[in-house]
């Protein structure tokens, strides 16, 4: 199917749910799926809720309010308060599957509340070809997944995105902060923080894509190969602050940035497990 097709057949898929709640983040996809709902079922069949919590980044969340207005979506917060679950925070190879089963039971319990006939996420094509024990919590509480019902991937998404232009379209991916927190290290509020004013401190140096990985004492930060001279150059002053954040080593990944790289020590029967 050429994009194009693939945008008409959205749009059947969605008519076809009526009043839908969104889980909402402010990303790529899930704005792009918010703006899409809109423009089919009308912004009163529409509500984005998105995640308030210490593992969003503050910035991310205030941007994704604000967008959310501008499409003129009715959006609420919701606290998922998963830091509580010692099946979350003790931070297994399963992680995400308890982050993502409280924010759907939330969702799940609000649409039921307010009459909104099905609960929508932006998961899409490519995302069924990467270690995401979430999408196994998309399967236990029966959460729509209209983009990869569509057969989009994320290149599409983003061609689409620019064609609405939506200021998304091209903007990194950014998963959730605890996504940085190496398998085994108990997650916590103050860990989270760390990485975010880590990343913060970075892209306030002219960085676009990367992350800052938490190994306990040690920040392993991973950017593009072209960028790795850049951060050399700035090593003093970011080791300054990082090490003010709490880190006592500062490291540089030589593979450069790459998606999910803390999901390399997990053996393949761990991931088989937990999809």
């Given amino acids: ?64 309010i604000e967008l959310a207005k501008d499409m003129q979506a009715a959006v609420e917060t919701v606290e998922p308060n998963e830091l509580a679950d010692k099946a979350y925070w003790a931070n297994e190879a399963d992680r995400c599957f308890h982050c993502k089963s409280h924010l759907f039971k939330i969702l799940k319990h609000l649409a039921k509340e307010k009459g909104y006939n099905y609960v ?43 064609k609405l232009n939506l200021p998304t379209a091209d903007i990194p991916a950014s998963p959730c902060l605890a996504s940085r927190i190496s398998y085994g290290d108990k997650i916590t ?40 001279a850049k951060v050399i150059t700035m090593r003093k002053k970011i080791a300054e602050k990082l090490k003010s954040l709490g880190f006592k080593f500062v ?4 593979e450069g940035f790459r998606s999910g790289s803390l999901n390399e020590i997990l053996s393949q029967e761990e991931k088989n497990k937990n999809l």
Avoid at 199 to 221: C, D, K, M, N, P
């Fill in 120 to 162: 929508l996420c932006g998961s899409n094509l490519d995302d069924y070809d990467d270690y995401r024990p979430g999408n196994k919590a998309v399967k236990v509480f029966d959460i729509q997944c209209p983009l990869a019902e569509a057969q989009m991937t994320k290149k599409d998404i983003r061609q689409l995105s620019r």
């Fill in 189 to 228: 509020e103050h860990k989270l923080s760390q990485v975010e004013q880590a990343e913060e401190f970075l892209r306030s140096l002219g960085f676009v894509e990367f992350r800052v990985r938490h190994h306990s004492q040690t920040a392993r930060i991973e950017v593009h190969d072209a960028d790795i």
């Fill in 1 to 64: 199917m050429t994009v194009d097709e693939k945008y008409k057949l959205l749009g059947e898929i969605l008519k076809k749910l009526g009043k839908v709640l969104i889980a909402y983040s402010g990303g790529v996809d899930s704005t792009f799926l918010l703006k899409t709902c809109i423009d089919t079922l009308g912004s009163k069949n529409v509500l984005a809720c998105i995640a308030a919590g210490p593992s969003l980044p503050k910035s991310q969340l205030d941007r994704a």
């Fill in 251 to 254: 490291a540089v990944d030589l």
